[in-house]
Every structure is written in structure tokens, then in C-alpha cells.
């Protein structure tokens, strides 16, 4: 199975945070899946930084991420074009993008913020 971590499943994730529920990092783990981390993630991450509202170190997630082979998903075209044709049920740009990206690959959508329900996409609780 396809999944997509929210930027905040994957912080917990990496953090080996309690938020994180068992089924949905048993699901991460699994072998058997593809879970991806986006480009819109780290850009998030990076944004969040540079404000002061959360301290990360880029290079080391993206050296995890790779020591841990999940996939990196870059934006596509066909990811700014899903974009294009949701509904605007939420105001977090990073947050549209990423579930643009989860239905344009048929992926499920590991994440905690219930706004991600009002979409055509499959939703995986992460908590």
C-alpha cells in the first residue's frame, strides 16, 4: 500500500513520539508498503524553521529518510493539477498540496488533522 505522511506524522515519526499510534507506525514500518515523504514536507519544515516555530535539522530527516527507504516524492504536474480541482475546505496551502499529491497517487494520507476527511482521499489515523 502507497502511504503519505503528513509533516506532522512524519516529525512524530522521526521523534518516536507517543502521538503516533501504534497501527499507523506499524503501517509506516512495514516493508510491504511504499510510505513516501514529500518535497512539500521538508518545504514546510523549512518555513516553519526559518520563522522560529520549530527547531529541525533538514539534511538530518532527509539522511533518515533515506537510511530508512522512504520514498521522496517530488510535486508533478499531475499533483498541481488534482490541486486545481479540490475543494477548498481547508486554509493550509502545504496541507491542500499534500493531499492533491495523496489522491493524485493513490495513496493514503497518514495524518491526525480531520480537515483531510472532507477530501476524496483516503485518510489513515495517525493517531
Do not use: C
Not at 481547508?90 to 499534500?98: A, C, E, K, R, V
Amino acid at each position: 500500500m502507497k502511504l503519505l505522511l503528513d509533516t506532522h506524522v512524519l516529525l512524530w515519526w522521526l521523534e518516536l513520539n507517543a502521538k503516533l499510534g501504534d497501527e499507523a507506525r506499524a503501517l509506516i514500518d512495514d516493508p510491504e508498503n511504499e510510505a513516501m515523504v514529500s518535497i512539500v514536507s521538508f518545504w514546510e519544515i523549512a518555513v516553519k524553521v526559518r520563522v522560529g516555530k520549530l527547531k529541525a535539522d533538514i539534511a538530518a530527516i532527509a539522511r533518515v529518510i533515506e537510511e530508512q527507504r522512504l520514498t521522496r516524492l517530488p510535486v508533478e504536474d499531475s499533483h498541481l493539477h488534482t490541486l486545481l480541482r479540490l475543494p477548498r475546505h481547508h486554509g493550509d496551502p502545504f496541507d491542500h498540496l499534500l493531499i492533491s499529491q495523496a489522491i493524485a497517487e493513490g495513496a493514503g494520507f497518514v495524518t491526525h488533522d480531520r480537515a483531510a476527511t472532507r477530501y476524496p482521499v483516503k485518510v489513515i489515523a495517525a493517531g
